[in-house]
């Protein structure tokens, strides 16, 4: 089952994982307990992708309340679902739990500090999604297939690539969740400048700074992803053999 399927990466997984049940957000709504625990109950899945978030980094400092409602409570809300049908929880989250001063991150260095409110209710939402009992914690970043901006930031550093390579690999990790006994795993690509990730769609991009962003970004939150190439590596021997 998965919630967000109307948004961007769910968009995608949809399309990869044919099965997946996605209810609208009319159906469920993560920000109504009740709503998400009929949900759960009606379908019973064995595995509950939580990509549903509130995703404007900027719009977020406008916005506490509703970012709040959606990325924490609305978390806490799936996972005593899961709980309640005992569904493993393989919640979606983002790179902007660290606080990038060092970039490379592994998944068992210490988050933060947040340096923004959307990093700070993404944070919080891990360790709600902790309460369910069967956990997957993906950290991930990703555009849409075509970068949106005019300008692209030369001095923010990051894993993140086009939701059409990311999706993918999320799309395998959600197949093997019941056998895979990590807690947490960081799925992106190799590190680079946001100019340059913008480059390799939008040649005539204009570089710029992370000075005028309107809104305050972490320099360099590059993901160390050595643990989910070995798992991917490993699961795909199994799957030809």
């Known amino acids: 089952m998965l919630t967000g399927g109307s948004g961007r990466l769910g968009t995608e997984l949809r399309t990869l994982l044919p099965d997946i049940v996605a209810p609208t957000s009319a159906e469920l709504d993560v920000t109504d307990a009740a709503s998400v ?4 109950e009606r379908e019973r899945p064995e595995v509950i992708v939580h990509a549903a978030a509130y995703t404007n980094v900027g719009g977020a400092e406008r916005e506490r309340e509703s970012c709040w409602r959606v990325n924490v409570i609305g978390t806490r809300h799936v996972a005593a679902a899961a709980n309640t049908v005992g569904a493993k929880l393989v919640h979606i ?3 902007y739990v660290f606080g990038g001063e060092t970039g490379n991150y592994r998944e068992d260095d210490t988050p933060g500090p947040v340096v923004n409110y959307y990093s700070l209710t993404k944070l919080v939402a891990e360790e709600a999604a902790r309460a369910a009992r069967r956990h997957l914690i993906l950290r991930t970043s990703f555009r849409p297939r075509e970068f949106q901006y005019p300008v692209a930031f030369s001095d923010v550093f990051t894993g993140q690539d086009y939701v059409d390579v990311i999706a993918p690999e ?5 197949r093997h969740a019941a056998e895979i006994t990590d807690e947490v795993l960081h ?3 190799g590190r680079k400048s946001v100019y340059d990730l913008a480059r390799r769609r939008k040649p005539d991009v204009r570089e710029g700074s992370r000075a005028q962003a309107g809104v305050t970004l972490p320099g360099d939150v590059s993901l160390n992803t050595e643990r989910w190439v070995a798992l991917r590596a490993m699961l795909s021997s199994h799957a030809q053999g």
């Open 187 to 189: 799925i992106v690509t």
């Open 170 to 174: 999320i799309a395998l990790a959600v």
């Open 37 to 40: 625990m009929r949900a759960v």
């Open 93 to 95: 989250s983002t790179d």
